[in-house]
């Protein structure tokens, strides 16, 4: 990885690429902590630092590098346009016209690409309401100008803080954006990997207060074991995969032969990435988020006790959230691989899976090994993001996000470096050619 950052460097289109890249990261990093106007950031800050605190939005705190409990202009970071692009890889599935649109090339894309920037402002807008509304019902972590009745005051204050999340969401979209014209590319998962990155020396911190503060020695040494074994894991299933063999039949076109070559059809383990975690953890949420909206009466309902349940650190929540990674990366798989479609071009381009028979049998064949394959990935999924909330129930640590950041950061590096790479060969051709 080093080495390739070391060699990217030496190439100065790379290099310029690598300073814009920065510069955006450290525009939004900027942006991540200055606040809203009206906001008291210093009782918002306390608010979230204590150990009741919702957890969705301690999970939203984590995916925005800190920007909520700044209450910041980019407060919503990058989690409406991930989760726009997640509807929308969805409805491609369901709705005919982005199924359409999804085949079109790079025409479709850009349709397909405008429909994600139109989801985006409007969840950032749904977003900002929701954040803007636990502000004013949490008590002193808005201005006074919206704990008393001031008329158009009031509702001055109220869109300015809105209006501004979302005008951030639209801007962090941009800037992921420019990163990916002008940059070296992967524009919003560069800025999601800086501002999980960004929390590093509070997780630092934190471990040395458990560490000689609190004296909880083992819990520490093994959450730093624990972390270095997630990493190498996680390297290591990323690069996995399972090779199907194809072979070729030979024909004569003209005067020229085509095909009698082997190949194969590679499929990932972890093919769906962090998507399942991010769709049951986002799930998963929702049930904490309306118990933060509940008062003390209200919690102590049958209804707030349901919701309680789903507490992060529970074992009812760590059983629903295995369950649900896995059954988010069978769905996820299903839409990226269609086995019939895939027979059915082997079998237009004399292509076929030694000692299978084209047609049926082969589609089934394929469904097989991607099930399995889909499951291994699954369960490494669960248990990274299971992992934690055990490690934090045993050694009383709260590091029950922990699992996510890592896949994230770890999938993100991982793309860069290969990212570089690829320019790099491109640049190798180019030069050659000339």
Same mark, same amino acid.
């Given at each position: 990885?080093?080495?390739?950052?070391?060699?990217?460097?030496?190439?100065?289109?790379?290099?310029?690429?690598?300073?814009?890249?920065?510069?955006?990261?450290?525009?939004?990093?900027?942006?991540?902590?200055?606040?809203?106007?009206?906001?008291?950031?210093?009782?918002?800050?306390?608010?979230?630092?204590?150990?009741?605190?919702?957890?969705?939005?301690?999970?939203?705190?984590?995916?925005?590098?800190?920007?909520?409990?700044?209450?910041?202009?980019?407060?919503?970071?990058?989690?409406?346009?991930?989760?726009?692009?997640?509807?929308?890889?969805?409805?491609?599935?369901?709705?005919?016209?982005?199924?359409?649109?999804?085949?079109?090339?790079?025409?479709?894309?850009?349709?397909?690409?405008?429909?994600?920037?139109?989801?985006?402002?409007?969840?950032?807008?749904?977003?900002?309401?929701?954040?803007?509304?636990?502000?004013?019902?949490?008590?002193?972590?808005?201005?006074?100008?919206?704990?008393?009745?001031?008329?158009?005051?009031?509702? @001055?204050?109220?869109?300015?803080?809105?209006?501004?999340?979302?005008?951030?969401?639209?801007?962090?979209?941009?800037?992921?954006?420019?990163?990916?014209?002008?940059?070296?590319?992967?524009?919003?998962?560069?800025?999601?990997?800086?501002?999980?990155?960004?929390?590093?020396?509070?997780?630092?911190?934190?471990?040395?207060?458990?560490?000689?503060?609190?004296?909880?020695?083992?819990?520490?040494?093994?959450?730093?074991?624990?972390?270095?074994?997630?990493?190498?894991?996680?390297?290591?299933?990323?690069?996995?995969?399972?090779?199907?063999?194809?072979?070729?039949?030979?024909?004569?076109?003209?005067?020229?032969?085509?095909?009698?070559?082997?190949?194969?059809?590679?499929?990932?383990?972890?093919?769906?990435?962090?998507?399942?975690?991010?769709?049951?953890?986002?799930?998963?949420?929702?049930?904490?988020?309306?118990?933060?909206?509940?008062?003390?009466?209200?919690?102590?309902?049958? @209804?707030?006790?349901?919701?309680?349940?789903?507490?992060?650190?529970?074992?009812?929540?760590?059983?629903?959230?295995?369950?649900?990674?896995?059954?988010?990366?069978?769905?996820?798989?299903?839409?990226?691989?269609?086995?019939?479609?895939?027979?059915?071009?082997?079998?237009?381009?004399?292509?076929?899976?030694?000692?299978?028979?084209?047609?049926?049998?082969?589609?089934?064949?394929?469904?097989?090994?991607?099930?399995?394959?889909?499951?291994?990935?699954?369960?490494?999924?669960?248990?990274?993001?299971?992992?934690?909330?055990?490690?934090?129930?045993?050694?009383?640590?709260?590091?029950?996000?922990?699992?996510?950041?890592?896949?994230?950061?770890?999938?993100?590096?991982?793309?860069?470096?290969?990212?570089?790479?690829?320019?790099?060969?491109?640049?190798?051709?180019?030069?050659?050619?000339?």
């Amino acid at each position: 990885m080093f080495q390739t950052l070391r060699n990217a460097w030496k190439i100065k289109e790379i290099r310029n690429k690598i300073l814009f890249t920065i510069l955006i990261v450290l525009i939004f990093r900027i942006g991540s902590v200055i606040p809203v106007p009206y906001i008291d950031v210093e009782a918002l800050r306390t608010s979230m630092a204590a150990p009741d605190t919702n957890a969705f939005f301690s999970y939203l705190s984590i995916l925005t590098g800190g920007g909520l409990e700044y209450g910041a202009i980019f407060a919503m970071s990058v989690t409406p346009y991930i989760n726009s692009s997640i509807i929308v890889q969805l409805l491609c599935v369901a709705i005919p016209v982005f199924e359409r649109w999804q085949k079109e090339g790079e025409e479709g894309q850009k349709k397909l690409a405008q429909v994600t920037r139109y989801a985006t402002v409007i969840l950032a807008l749904i977003q900002g309401v929701a954040f803007f509304f636990y502000l004013k019902n949490g008590g002193g972590q808005v201005s006074s100008y919206l704990s008393v009745e001031r008329g158009f005051e009031t509702v @001055f204050a109220a869109f300015v803080i809105v209006l501004a999340f979302t005008a951030g969401s639209a801007l962090v979209m941009w800037l992921g954006e420019m990163i990916d014209e002008k940059g070296i590319g992967n524009g919003i998962s560069i800025l999601l990997f800086a501002g999980i990155l960004s929390r590093g020396p509070q997780a630092f911190g934190a471990l040395w207060q458990y560490f000689f503060e609190l004296k909880q020695y083992v819990a520490v040494i093994g959450i730093i074991i624990a972390f270095l074994v997630i990493i190498a894991f996680v390297v290591w299933m990323t690069a996995a995969e399972r090779r199907i063999p194809i072979q070729y039949a030979k024909r004569v076109v003209g005067n020229k032969m085509y095909g009698g070559q082997n190949t194969h059809i590679p499929i990932k383990v972890n093919m769906s990435g962090v998507m399942p975690i991010i769709f049951a953890s986002s799930i998963l949420m929702v049930p904490t988020m309306i118990l933060g909206f509940m008062n003390t009466a209200q919690q102590a309902s049958t @209804f707030g006790k349901a919701l309680q349940l789903f507490s992060v650190q529970g074992v009812f929540y760590a059983v629903i959230y295995f369950i649900l990674i896995i059954g988010f990366a069978y769905f996820y798989a299903t839409i990226q691989f269609n086995p019939i479609e895939m027979a059915n071009n082997l079998r237009k381009n004399g292509g076929a899976i030694p000692g299978i028979r084209p047609g049926q049998p082969t589609s089934d064949f394929i469904s097989k090994i991607l099930s399995r394959i889909t499951l291994m990935g699954a369960i490494f999924l669960s248990v990274i993001a299971i992992l934690p909330i055990v490690i934090g129930n045993v050694g009383k640590i709260n590091v029950s996000l922990g699992g996510t950041s890592v896949l994230i950061m770890v999938g993100v590096a991982l793309d860069i470096v290969r990212s570089l790479e690829s320019q790099m060969m491109m640049r190798h051709y180019k030069g050659f050619l000339d």
